[in-house]
């Protein structure tokens, strides 16, 4: 069982950035793939970025790809999604979730845990 919280979103003018966080419980955090997924409203939810278990391998969606940098600190059970040069269209609630090593990191289905969520609001 991992349980996974979310934090750092927030209201930002278009062009900052914001640092997420998602700390996670359990002593198998090493073991997951984690990645990073948005929802904003009236939209399926999206895949935006995961990093392997070992922390070496990272996937980026197209459209954050250059802005957005995902890493992971396995001593300290967390990974984190810096969000920079944020525009208006990046607004959405961020999910973090975990997945044993899967094929299709980017798929939604393949993580078993998921975090609450954290808005974030980018104004122009």
């Known amino acids: 069982q991992v349980q996974l919280v979310e934090s750092g979103g927030g209201l930002v003018q278009a062009g900052g950035s914001l640092r997420l966080s998602c700390a996670a419980s359990?002593?198998?955090?090493?073991?997951?793939?984690m990645g990073w997924f948005r929802q904003a409203p009236g939209k399926e939810r999206e895949f935006v970025a995961a990093?392997?278990?070992?922390?070496?391998?990272?996937y980026y969606a197209n459209s954050v790809k250059g802005r957005f940098t995902i890493s992971r600190d396995n001593a300290k059970n967390t990974v984190y999604l810096q969000m920079n040069s944020l525009k208006p269209e990046d607004t959405a609630v961020y999910y973090c979730?975990?997945?044993?090593?899967?094929?299709?990191?980017?798929?939604?289905?393949?993580?078993?845990?998921w975090g609450q969520g954290t808005q974030v609001t980018v104004s122009s």
């Open positions: 979730a975990a997945a044993l090593p899967t094929p299709d990191i980017t798929a939604p289905g393949g993580y078993r845990y």
């Open positions: 990093i392997r278990w070992g922390g070496y391998t990272t």
């Open positions: 359990g002593r198998t955090f090493s073991s997951y793939d």
